[in-house]
């Protein structure tokens, strides 16, 4: 594991900008691994003004996002498709039908699942998958818990992850406990990982992910076993390191 410890957010979104853009650059038909949650929004920030600025094509990749609400379709305000359509999509020059998410609505959810499983692997697999960590140490929605070997399927959320992305959801509004999530061993085949955490309420989710056993108590730790996984943290993420 290559742990890059910076000292702010600001700097944590600058060397993921750096490390995506470059992927595109040495090869623009890449296929992206993406995420949600408050982690990447930044990065994408950066990679939107990269693109207005003329530096940056994402004309000839694919994206692959990680997960999604099972029963949330993309006009919901809190779908992730409809979160990655606001933050990133629509601001760059990525095809529509180049850009793929779990369905939420599916009829067959397992149906799907498969059939996410299918789609990256006829795309050649993920280049570069960005990741975000839960506090639980879950990435994605893999759960604690998850089987390190797991394929995308449909997760039930914990009440923590429930609690921790309740923020998103109006008081009155409906929050699904249910997500299509790429597996553990989905994540695993990617090329390339580059994680990002920043904030003190990950500090400890790192540190089991960095320093713990390889154990399904935090999914993230699995990626102790990825060749080439680059962590990078600011200096609150890394404090218990
Ligand atoms: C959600 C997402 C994860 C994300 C995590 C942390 O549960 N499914 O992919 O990494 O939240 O989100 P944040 O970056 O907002 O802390």
Redesign the pocket.
């Known amino acids: 594991m290559q742990v890059v410890i910076v000292r702010t957010a600001a700097e944590v979104a600058q060397f993921a900008a750096d490390r995506v853009a470059a992927q595109l650059q040495r090869k623009p038909d890449s296929v992206l691994g993406l995420?949600?949650?408050?982690?990447?929004?930044a990065t994408y920030e950066l990679l939107i003004e990269q693109y207005r600025q003329g530096r940056l094509s994402f004309a000839r990749c694919h994206t692959c996002n990680?997960?999604e609400y099972l029963g949330l379709g993309p006009e919901h305000p809190q779908s992730?498709r409809r979160f990655m359509q606001d933050k990133l999509f629509n601001h760059i020059d990525v095809l529509p039908e180049q850009t793929h998410l779990p369905d939420g609505l599916a009829a067959d959810p397992e149906a799907e699942c498969q059939h996410y499983e299918n789609l990256i692997r006829q795309l050649g697999g993920v280049d570069l998958q960005l990741?975000?960590?839960?506090?639980n140490g879950?990435?994605?929605?893999n759960e604690p818990m998850s089987s390190l070997g797991s394929r995308t399927r449909i997760k039930t959320?914990t009440p923590d992850?429930v609690e921790?992305?309740a923020r998103y959801f109006r008081p009155d509004e409906f929050q699904p406990q249910l997500?299509l999530?790429m597996g553990i061993g989905t994540i695993m085949e990617a090329r390339q990982v580059l994680l990002?955490?920043?904030?003190e309420?990950?500090a400890e989710a790192v540190a089991t992910m960095v320093e713990g056993p390889v154990a399904a108590r935090c999914p993230a730790s699995a990626l102790q076993f990825h060749p080439t996984v680059c962590v990078v943290l600011d200096e609150a993420a890394a404090a218990d390191l």
Do not use: E
């Not at 995420?35 to 929004?41: D, L, R, S, Y």
């Not at 990002?196 to 904030?199: E, I, Q, R, V």
């Open positions: 995420a949600t949650g408050a982690t990447p929004v990680l997960d992730y990741l975000g960590i839960g506090r879950h990435i994605g929605f959320l992850t921790a992305n997500a999530t990002l955490a920043t904030g309420a990950k």
